[in-house]
C-alpha cells in the first residue's frame, strides 16, 4: 500500500498554546478522518509539547516537536498502532523507517509547516519530516532516497525525545512501560556507527578558509558584517545557536558584554537549562566586535546598561532567530567550501560542505584545548560539555 504524504501536526509553541483545530483547517479534517484513538494520541502529545514549552527552551520545544511529530505520524500513517501498544521490535521498526523514509517524507529545504492565510493557518504542502541536504557542489540539488542517510546525533536525539515523551504517558497513568530504552539497547544503527567518532569541527586550514571568506565578503558588502560577527563570536566564545538568537524569554544585548574590575572582558550568555554563564572574552576577539559595532554606527566597545540588539534584523526590530542567524552562517559556509575545493579540491574542503553552526563552537573550544588554555578560561564560571 502507497503511503501518502505527511501533513503536519503541530505548530510554534506560541501558537500551540492557543490553538484552536477550527483556525487549522487542514490540520482539523486530517485529524476528523482518523479513529478515535488516533485524535486522543494527538492530544496527549499536545498536552506534552505544551509542558516542554513551559519548561525548556525554544530551541528544545523546537527539537522535542520534530521527533513526536515524526513518530506520530509514522504510527497514524504507517503502523496504525495505539502507542501504548507499542513493544521494543515495533520502536526498532520505527527507526528502521527513519533510516530510509519513503521520498514523499523527505525534502531539500527547510519549510515552515504552516501560514497565515484569510484569517486562518494554512497547512504547507512543501513540509516534510524529513530533510535530507544534498552536497553543496550538486547545482541540481537532486533528491535522491537512497542517499538519505540520519546521523548518530539525529537518532540519538529521536531516542530522547521518544523516551521522555513516553516518560509523560506513564506519569499520566496513560502507558504502563517504557519501550525506548530496551529499542536503543538493540537497535543495530547506534551499535555500528558507534566504533567511529565523528569530530565536528573543522581544521586549522578551514577555519582560516572560512574566516578569510567571512572577511572577504564583508570588505565587498557591508550587510555581511552580521555574518562575520556571528561567526567569528560563535568560535571564540564557544556559543551554541540558541545563545545568539532572540527568544521568548531572552534577547541577547551588547550590555551582556561586561568588564571587571581588572578591565577584563566577559559576555553573559543564557543557554541549556536556562542557567546564566558568563565567558571570558579574549582580547583577539575585540577586533570583530569593534569592526561590527563601528558598522551599526555604535561606539567601539559596549557601554553598561546597553540595551542594544546584539545580532539586529535588517528591517524591523528585535533579534534573529535562531534559523536566520543558521542562515547567516551558512551563507559564508557555502562560499568558503566553493574557494577551498578549487584551490586544494573537494577532499579537502568536504568539512566545510557538512559543517553546521555547531562546528564553530567544537572547532573554537578544541583549537584552545590544543593550545593548553585552561578549561577554567574556556567555560567561564561554569562547566559544560563539548
Keep these: 500500500m502507497a503511503i501518502t504524504k505527511p501533513t503536519p501536526l503541530f505548530p510554534t509553541y506560541a501558537e500551540l498554546a492557543e490553538l484552536s483545530l477550527s483556525d487549522y483547517p487542514q490540520l482539523s479534517s486530517f485529524l476528523e478522518k482518523q479513529p478515535t484513538w488516533m485524535r486522543q494520541h494527538w492530544d496527549w502529545a499536545k498536552e506534552y509539547l505544551l509542558y516542554i514549552g513551559r519548561n525548556k527552551s525554544q530551541h528544545t520545544y523546537v527539537r522535542f516537536r520534530n521527533d513526536i511529530e515524526k513518530f506520530l505520524l509514522w504510527v497514524f500513517m504507517v503502523d496504525k498502532q495505539p502507542v501504548d501498544d507499542l513493544r521494543k521490535a515495533d520502536i526498532l521498526r520505527y527507526i528502521d523507517f527513519c533510516v530510509a523514509p519513503p521520498v514523499k517524507w523527505i525534502s531539500t529545504q527547510l519549510h515552515d509547516r504552516f501560514s497565515l492565510k484569510n484569517g486562518y493557518f494554512a497547512s504547507n504542502l512543501k513540509w516534510t519530516p524529513f530533510r535530507q541536504t544534498p552536497p553543496k557542489y550538486d547545482k541540481d540539488r537532486v533528491l535522491d532516497p537512497k542517499k538519505y542517510q540520519p546521523s548518530l546525533q539525529t537518532l540519538e536525539s529521536t531516542f530522547v525525545a521518544l523516551s521522555s515523551f513516553y516518560r509523560h504517558l506513564i506519569d499520566e497513568e496513560i502507558c504502563f512501560g ?209
Design 178 to 386: 517504557n519501550p525506548i530504552p530496551l529499542a536503543k539497547r538493540d537497535c543495530k544503527y547506534l551499535i555500528k556507527d558507534s566504533q567511529v567518532k565523528t569530530i565536528s569541527r573543522l581544521t586549522e586550514q578551514q577555519w582560516q578558509y572560512l574566516l578569510d571568506t567571512a572577511v572577504e565578503m564583508a570588505d565587498n558588502d557591508p550587510l555581511v558584517e552580521r555574518n562575520l560577527f556571528v561567526i567569528a563570536t560563535m568560535k571564540t566564545l564557544f556559543l551554541r545557536l540558541s545563545e545568539l538568537s532572540e527568544r521568548q524569554d531572552w534577547t541577547p544585548l551588547m550590555s551582556h558584554f561586561w568588564t571587571d574590575e581588572d578591565n577584563n572582558w566577559w559576555f553573559k550568555a543564557y543557554g541549556k537549562g536556562k542557567k546564566i554563564r558568563d565567558i571570558t572574552v579574549p582580547p583577539g576577539y575585540l577586533t570583530f566586535l569593534k569592526r561590527y559595532r563601528e558598522w551599526r554606527g555604535l561606539s567601539s566597545l559596549p557601554s553598561k546598561g546597553e540595551q542594544t540588539v546584539l545580532v539586529e534584523k535588517i528591517r524591523g526590530r528585535g533579534g534573529l532567530t535562531s534559523r536566520q542567524i543558521s542562515r547567516l552562517v551558512q551563507q559564508v559556509f557555502d562560499a568558503a567550501f566553493d574557494k577551498m575545493k578549487s584551490e586544494h579540491g573537494v577532499e579537502a574542503a568536504q568539512k566545510l560542505n557538512e559543517a553546521t553552526t555547531h562546528y564553530l563552537r567544537h572547532t573554537g573550544a578544541s583549537m584552545e584545548i590544543e593550545r593548553d588554555r585552561p578549561l577554567k578560561d574556556l567555560w567561564g564560571s561554569r562547566d559544560f560539555p563539548l
